[in-house]
């Protein structure tokens, strides 16, 4: 048996532009999804994931992948599929998830995924390098959603802070030891897959639009990430505030969100934006240490749910 775990993700700078070839700036938080997989003598797969209400899945392992599958076992099988596909195996695997809430939207799907790949690897003994574990983990998002620039993965590989370009044609970490942040939660669930949508939509009707936002998107991750490497936290909060009035422009900003970020930025917040795809799950902010008390209070006041989040964390590890 073989327990691992893999970190959650915020995204800093450049959702919806990485989508598009174009670079993002992501950290590892401290919340962290566990998969515990241990293999069987019958040739079956067993899933136990509480915290999205699979309890009891089992089918056998030559139907892995094939028929109709439950909403929440659709990661950990799909992952399952893709690794047997390139390394068949004759015994039964036991999954279990745990411990990581899919609503505020840190990653748990990517999570997931990663963690049901390496823990197979680790049991069976076929080593995958952490390329290989991405790529992998990557197709396998790709065969569920169709859609996604694969930060979320490359986060659950590596953790930290990175530096990363759509599909991992460039997964760079970054040298920091903190990063200032506040996290608020908005109190909507957004769905990632329809808001990726509403932009490819944006982009066919207005391509020249669309596409000279993501150039200016990508400006501003370039200058952020030399920014945050520097520590100058201030200069990396204007260009959160820059690279939100892109995302407002894109038209994926809510008013709750606003409302949290502009209070923030009034009680004294270096910048702040809405983190991931928008449509409502978290806003960030950027803020000096004396100002946290304020700051937090005010994004309370808007309305939104402070969460206590630690960032720049590790990324998978096998924990027993
Ligand atoms: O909603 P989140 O936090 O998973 O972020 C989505 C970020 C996008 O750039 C919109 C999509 C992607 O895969 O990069």
Redesign the pocket.
């Known amino acids: 048996m073989v327990t691992v775990s893999a970190p959650g993700?915020l995204?800093l700078f450049?959702?919806?532009?990485?989508?598009y070839d174009r670079p993002?700036l992501v950290t590892a938080v401290g919340q962290r999804m566990r998969v515990t997989v241990e293999l069987l003598d019958m040739p079956e797969f067993l899933l136990d994931a509480e915290d999205v209400k699979v309890i009891g899945y089992k089918k056998q392992m030559s139907e892995v992948g094939i028929g109709e599958i439950p909403k929440g076992a659709k990661f950990v099988e799909i992952a399952l599929k893709n690794f047997l596909e390139k390394h068949p195996m004759k015994t039964g695997i036991h999954v279990t998830t745990s411990e990581f809430s899919s609503f505020f939207?840190?990653?748990s799907s990517s999570a997931s995924t990663v963690c049901t790949m390496k823990a197979i690897s680790e049991l069976t003994g076929i080593k995958l390098s952490n390329k290989e574990l991405f790529d992998l983990s990557y197709k396998t998002i790709l065969d569920i959603q169709g859609?996604?620039?694969?930060?979320?993965v490359a986060t659950a590989v590596y953790g930290g802070t990175l530096y990363f370009v759509t599909g991992g044609k460039v997964i760079e970490p970054l040298n920091i030891s903190e990063l200032p942040l506040i996290v608020g939660y908005s109190g909507v669930k957004?769905d990632?897959v329809t808001?990726?949508g509403e932009?490819k939509k944006k982009l066919e009707e207005e391509p020249e639009k669309v596409n000279r936002i993501f150039d200016a998107i990508k400006d501003l991750v370039e200058k952020a990430k030399a920014d945050i490497v520097k520590g100058d936290w201030e200069t990396v909060g204007k260009w959160m505030n820059f690279d939100q009035e892109y995302l407002r422009d894109l038209g994926i900003s809510t008013e709750k969100l606003e409302a949290m970020i502009s209070a923030a930025k009034k009680a004294g917040a270096y910048g702040a934006k809405l983190?991931?795809?928008?449509g409502g799950?978290c806003m960030i902010a950027l803020v000096p240490n004396d100002k946290r008390k304020a700051v937090g209070d005010a994004i309370t006041i808007a309305g939104g749910q402070v969460i206590d989040v630690s960032v720049n964390t590790e990324g998978i590890r096998v924990e027993k």
Request: proline share 0%; aromatic share 8%; net charge negative.
């Open positions: 993700k995204m450049g959702e919806h532009a990485v989508v993002c939207g840190f990653g859609k996604g620039s694969g930060f979320d957004a990632t808001l990726i932009v983190s991931g795809a928008g799950d």
